[in-house]
């Protein structure tokens, strides 16, 4: 079985500032991570995934995830963020093979101030 | 078009009454799935079906029942609700094991 933490539970940003967003996993085999998006009463959305290949991956809205294996690890960065980044952001795993599912992160809230 | 569609989208009802929420997915995906969404934000499988068979069956009560009549559409029905039964509910689907697309949520109140 495959776990997550999210590291910070609150991220308060100014606007234009970048932000990191940590995430660890634990699990005893391979695994495939991503992170997902919820706007204030929606559904979750993909933001970007790590399937194999590069570890670092480009995602949607200008977020870059960095898997790091050694220290299972796959935080979320933007360089800039907008007002409209502010959501909650979860982090998500699963292994390899034929794994159907998805254990999540408890979330980080982000809330962009002008 | 919308992806994954949930119906209803909130639903207000009292204790002890059965309840249904609907998915229907547009996707061509072979794999649907529920989530529970608590008051803290916390996401949680529930149970998963892949090509109409359940492959995903979490510690839930027994008084939450899913029904796949086709690929395309996986139903939650709730017995005899509880407030503790109070949250998001969540439908997603997935091809194979690959990365889940999420609907809209399903806000369930139980008064």
């Known amino acids: 079985a495959q776990s997550v933490t999210q590291l910070d539970s609150q991220v308060p940003v100014f606007e234009e500032a970048p932000v990191e967003l940590r995430c660890n996993y634990s699990s005893s085999v391979s695994v495939y991570l991503f992170w997902y998006v919820q706007y204030p009463n929606q559904g979750l959305q993909l933001l970007l995934k790590y399937l194999s290949g590069s570890t670092l991956v480009k995602g949607i809205n200008g977020f870059e995830a960095e898997f790091n294996k050694s220290q299972t690890s796959f935080h979320l960065r933007k360089p800039s963020v907008h007002i409209s980044d502010t959501a909650e952001y979860f982090c998500a795993v699963r292994g390899t093979y034929k794994d159907y599912k998805l254990s999540f992160g408890a979330g980080t809230t982000v809330t962009v101030r002008a | 078009d919308t992806a994954v569609s949930q119906t209803p989208k909130y639903l207000v009802t009292q204790m002890g009454n059965d309840k249904s929420i609907k998915c229907e997915q547009n996707?061509?995906?072979?794999?649907m799935y529920w989530y529970k969404q608590d008051s803290k934000k916390f996401l949680k499988i529930m149970f998963s079906y892949n090509n109409k068979e359940l492959i995903i069956n979490e510690t839930v009560p027994n008084r939450f029942s899913p029904k796949s009549p086709d690929k395309a559409h996986l139903n939650l029905h709730i017995n005899s609700l509880e407030l503790g039964d109070s949250a998001v509910y969540f439908c997603?689907?997935?091809?194979?094991?690959?990365?889940?697309?999420f609907g809209p949520g399903t806000r369930l109140t139980v008064t």
């Open positions: 997603a689907s997935s091809e194979s094991s690959y990365e889940q697309y």
């Open positions: 996707l061509g995906h072979d794999t």
